[in-house]
T-cell receptor, first 111, second 116 residues
């Protein structure tokens, strides 16, 4: 079974600072990888996905992620954090017919 | 708005009771997924249906069941409810199965279930 591990359950950044959320995957085959965001009291929204077309994937709201096979990683970054980025972020991997999610990372943004 | 509609948004019920959560997938999507989100378990896959047929089963309790109807809407039935069943239940949909080509799964806003 495929799985992902998110390093760090909570990240606090200053407004304007780099946001870096870490995700490592475990997969016996080339995976499909996803990042979702969950704002308070809302559902999950897709930020971006990797489907092997390009290793650097750009998503919505200025986020991007880089697939590194040698490191089995798919870290999410945003150069400059905004207050509106405060949310919970989930990394996920395709696992047969479903998505398997990491435990999530909560991002708080300090003014 | 993802296009996935879930009802009810909030539900409070007593232990031992039975509830039904309803989901309408995005127009044209054939796959429906149910997930449970709780503080201690995180996001857990429960079950997937594809065009009316059960396709994959995850950590779904025997007290829980689901089905997908000919019009593609789905219902999740939770019975003999326990306090630990209190959680946010998500429905999601995709055009085909996720394993086919990395298709995006779109999530609804969830149904909050509180068992008292």
């Amino acid at each position: 079974a495929q799985s992902v591990t998110q390093l760090g359950s909570h990240v606090s950044v200053s407004e304007g600072a780099l946001v870096l959320l870490r995700c490592n995957y475990s997969s016996s085959v080339p995976p499909y990888l996803f990042w979702y965001v969950q704002y308070p009291n809302q559902g999950l929204q897709l930020l971006l996905k990797y489907t092997s077309a390009a290793t650097l994937v750009k998503g919505i709201n200025g986020f991007e992620a880089e697939f590194k096979k040698s490191e089995t990683s798919f870290h999410l970054t945003k150069p400059s954090a905004h207050m509106s980025d405060a949310a919970e972020y989930f990394c996920a991997v395709s696992d047969d017919y479903k998505l398997s999610f990491g435990a999530g990372t909560t991002v708080t943004v300090r003014a | 708005d993802s296009g996935v509609t879930q009802t009810p948004k909030h539900l409070i019920t007593a232990t031992g009771q039975r509830v039904t959560l309803r989901c309408s997938p995005r127009s044209g999507d054939l796959s429906v997924y149910w997930y449970q989100q709780s503080l201690d378990q995180g996001l857990q896959f429960l079950i997937q249906y594809y065009n009316g047929e059960e396709r994959a089963k995850g950590n779904i309790l025997e007290r829980f069941s689901a089905q997908q109807f000919p019009d593609l809407h789905s219902e999740l039935n939770l019975s003999s409810l326990e306090l630990g069943d209190s959680a946010l239940y998500f429905c999601a949909s995709s055009s085909t199965g996720i394993g086919d080509s990395g298709n995006t799964i779109y999530f609804g806003e969830g149904s909050w279930l509180t068992v008292v």
